[in-house]
């Protein structure tokens, strides 16, 4: 481990503590007699009948776990769905699949939805928005889950944004893009929102189930057309829904932001000039090819400076390989790095769609990379960063983190 090395996955390690998910609804989720504080905004509970408890996403199970310490007996029931789950006293947890829908996660989403369906103008729904939420909360609109995954899978390999996927996703649903809230309807709904997308919409967070959907069905049509999707994934038509429109539907609901990768990238900054480096934020909105964003990122910081940029980059699947995003992003920087600087990719849920959250590309991994006799262009060829990073041993470990903001970048230069 160089000196580099270490400041900069001891920077990591400052910005992934900075965004755990318990510390922050603790620090923003008060309850003072019978009011509930969340984020400046107040809700007395003796005015609700009934409190409800719905959460999807990877940082849901651990923020329903808190919300049980804060609210206790309060709470009526609840669900979470979660990529984990635990045991609960007052919500039930369960566990579901991702980056993938799945029949298990629309049996769960339709015990969400019975749920939601009993409550009316007396009660409260706290609602856990969180990244993975689009995939976890499924409900197909005449439509599988299998054909569901096949399209999905199929967007993503094409390289298309969150935001072109999410917008498809939301038309052929029955509960994303505002359809929760509808259903949700005339209770009250508290939206408590963990970011994980580029920019911090909430309409693309989860496909913003709590929020009025801002596209239209001509949207999601346009960008079907634009990846030939129905023939791409060799399926005769599929029937897309319009989002619900009408403003009476989100009267009620308050959406409040408890997380987003701002947090982590501000601990990090702090633990680098600790540590003697100049900081830059570069970007908190960060898209493009992986390995393009790789190259970006290598030529970056000047001497002395770390560089730090958080968002979410996209794969166009070329080969049958195994991989995800962050370590594609190492990969393509190690073809530019220079000796003196290195390039750190890392998923802040501490899932690359792999056991590993990342990679480091630096003179070190060089060094592997050349003793190992391994080609850098071949395993980008084969989109196989993940066997690529586990021979040379620069994977970024960090287990299932509970929190998910977007991915976190870091380019230093000693």
């Known amino acids: 481990m160089t000196k580099l090395r270490r400041d900069s996955l001891a920077v990591l390690k400052t910005g992934l503590a900075a965004i755990k998910t318990r510390e922050a609804v603790r620090r923003q989720c008060v309850l003072k007699g019978s009011v509930l504080t969340v984020a400046g905004n107040s809700f007395d509970l003796k005015t609700f009948n009934r409190l409800y408890v719905i959460g999807f996403g990877k940082a849901s199970l651990e923020t329903a776990e808190e919300l049980e310490k804060i609210l206790g007996d309060r709470i009526t029931d609840g669900i979470v769905l979660d990529v984990k789950k635990a045991n609960l006293t007052r919500i039930k947890s369960i566990k579901g699949t991702h980056p993938f829908p799945s029949e298990g996660n629309r049996i769960a989403t339709g015990k969400i939805m019975e749920i939601v369906r009993q409550a009316d103008s007396r009660d409260l729904i706290?609602?856990?928005?969180?990244?993975?939420?689009?995939?976890?909360?499924?409900?197909?609109?005449?439509?599988?889950?299998?054909?569901?995954?096949?399209?999905?899978?199929?967007?993503?390999?094409?390289?298309?944004?969150?935001?072109e996927t999410n917008t498809v996703r939301k038309h052929l649903s029955e509960i994303q893009g505002g359809q929760f809230a509808r259903l949700a309807y005339p209770a009250t709904l508290l939206g408590?929102?963990?970011?994980?997308?580029?920019?911090?919409?909430i309409h693309v967070i989860s496909s913003g189930p709590t929020v009025m959907d801002t596209t239209t069905v001509a949207d999601a049509r346009r960008i079907m057309k634009r990846y030939d999707l129905l023939k791409v994934c060799q399926l005769p038509s599929c029937e897309l829904r319009e989002t619900p429109k009408d403003p009476v539907f989100f009267q009620k609901v308050t959406n409040v932001f408890l997380m987003n990768n701002t947090f982590a990238i501000a601990a990090m900054e702090v633990e680098a000039r600790r540590r003697g480096y100049g900081t830059r934020v570069y970007s908190t909105g960060l898209t493009g090819e992986a390995r393009e964003v790789g190259r970006l990122l290598a030529g970056l910081p000047r001497s002395g400076e770390m560089v730090f940029a958080a968002g979410e980059t996209t794969v166009t699947i070329r080969g049958n390989g195994k991989g995800g995003r962050n370590q594609e992003v190492a990969l393509g920087?190690?073809?530019?790095?220079?000796?003196?600087?290195?390039?750190?990719?890392?998923?802040?849920?501490?899932?690359?769609?792999?056991?590993?959250?990342?990679?480091?590309?630096?003179?070190?991994?060089?060094?592997?990379?050349?003793?190992l006799r391994m080609n850098v262009d071949l395993a980008l060829a084969k989109n196989a960063s993940y066997a690529f990073f586990k021979k040379t041993g620069d994977h970024i470990v960090t287990g299932v983190t509970g929190a998910n903001v977007s991915d976190l970048f870091i380019a230093a230069r000693k």
Not at 126 to 145: D, E, Q, R, W
Not at 158 to 163: K, L, R, S, V, Y
Not at 361 to 371: G, I, N, R
């Open 126 to 163: 706290i609602t856990i928005v969180s990244g993975g939420g689009s995939a976890l909360l499924c409900m197909p609109h005449k439509l599988s889950c299998d054909d569901l995954t096949i399209l999905t899978r199929a967007l993503m390999s094409q390289g298309a944004t969150i935001e």
């Open 192 to 201: 408590l929102i963990f970011s994980d997308v580029p920019g911090n919409d």
């Open 333 to 371: 920087a190690l073809g530019t790095v220079d000796d003196d600087a290195l390039v750190i990719s890392c998923a802040s849920d501490g899932i690359d769609n792999t056991p590993a959250a990342g990679a480091i590309a630096d003179k070190e991994t060089k060094s592997h990379v050349k003793s």
